[in-house]
């Protein structure tokens, strides 16, 4: 039989020895936390510049040069994939606008996979030459379809990093607002206070109200 004195120091060890494993749990899921965010931060990175690559190739490129006219002649150009190329192109342009610094790994590696693969679709139809093939105009058609057919989901994933990008101008533009709230908040008591006790700050403070309203 334990004296009430044993007891005492042993409930005091167990709860001591709860807390060294409890601070211990909790430290080893801060690391693990904290190599995910490095890993994530370092996967972006690595996104982010690959997605610069691509975008600064097809910036560089022009719907009427994919035509390829004068190497193929107009009875085997792709003039047909003339306004799929423009609105590609163009789509591509205004994401090399955009802020992505906010947007998720996962929509970022979406949109740079598209880059990437309509960047090789490109390639390719600047590459055609129709020789070696048995049915070139049947070949041209195919490379033309695979771009028309691949701008439904680029448009998709680019409509997903324009609205994290409209989220992230909310949210900056809530806070703006928040602060000048209380900044107006603040002078107003001001005011109060010194039109009481002297006029001069009074007046110098409503100045800077009315500045701060006509933002």
Known sequence: MREPGQSDLLTANLRQHERHLRNGSISILAAVKGDSMFTTARQ??????????????????????LLHEDGLGRNLSFRAGLPCFERTLELFHRLSRCYLDHVPLADL?????????????FRKILNFTGDNVEHPREARDLLIYDVDASFPRISANFAKVVSHQRENFAASTSAALTIGFCTLVFALAAVAYYSTHDGTVADKILNVVHSIRSL
């Open 44 to 65: 972006k990175q690595h996104t982010r510049e690959r997605l610069d690559t691509c975008l600064a190739e097809l910036n560089q490129m022009r719907p009427t040069a």
């Open 109 to 121: 590696k979406n949109i740079t996979d598209d880059a990437a693969n309509t960047l090789d679709q």
